[in-house]
């Protein structure tokens, strides 16, 4: 069995803690509570590799994405080998958190392997008002490609496109 660490960045309340609760119990919360410090969870997600199976471990780190935590993050970022950057779709100011986060990661992480992946969440609110939206899918999408970043807009409610994020992660880091 393979197994990566794994840690979400993001600004507070963007949905980090309930991208991991879908992925790690399928499971939703609306009134979720704010992250204090961060959690620890794992999961796995199966590969095939011709006619195996190959089983991946992710050992999360969901941290807290209030600013007066901001000082813990590098502890749970740099040992990673993959990151999920989160933002929210409804908030134009969680995607330049996001940007930041990106950068960070590519100036202080040493792995040139470092898998991150650009997750835009709460897609499922533009479902019934597509006025909620306020961050452009394509920007975010042509941001990631031009970062060399892997990018997907998933909704943590419905679990559209949550096990996708890691399972292609899982991937790319077997490939490695
Ligand atoms: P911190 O721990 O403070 O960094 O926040 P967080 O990023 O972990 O956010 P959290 O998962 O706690 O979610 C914040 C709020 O957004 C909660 O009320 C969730 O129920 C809600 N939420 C999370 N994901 C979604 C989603 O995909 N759709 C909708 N509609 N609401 C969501
Ligand atoms: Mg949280």
Redesign the pocket.
């Known amino acids: 069995m393979l197994q990566f660490k794994l840690v979400l960045l993001?600004d507070?309340?963007?949905?980090?803690?309930?991208i991991v609760n879908r992925f790690v119990k399928d499971s939703?919360?609306?009134?979720?509570e704010?992250?204090i410090g961060a959690a620890f969870l794992s999961q796995t997600v199966t590969i095939k590799d011709d006619d195996q199976d190959v089983t991946v471990k992710f050992e999360i780190w969901?941290t807290?994405?209030?600013e007066r935590y901001k000082s813990l993050a590098p502890m749970y970022y740099r040992n990673s080998n993959a990151a999920l950057v989160?933002y929210d779709i409804t908030q134009a100011d969680s995607l330049e958190k996001a940007q930041s986060w990106v950068h960070e990661l590519k100036n202080k992480v040493d792995d040139n392997n470092l898998v991150i992946y650009l997750v835009g969440?709460?897609v499922?609110?533009t479902k019934d008002d597509e006025e909620k939206r306020v961050v452009d899918r394509d920007v975010a999408e042509k941001y990631a490609q031009e970062n060399g970043l892997l990018f997907n807009e998933v909704?943590?409610?419905t679990g559209e496109g949550i096990q996708q994020i890691f399972q292609t992660i899982g991937e790319n880091l077997y490939e490695v």
């Open positions: 993001g507070s309340s963007v949905g980090k803690s309930s939703f919360d609306e009134f979720r704010s992250t969901d807290a994405g209030q989160v969440n709460k499922d609110l909704s943590a409610k």
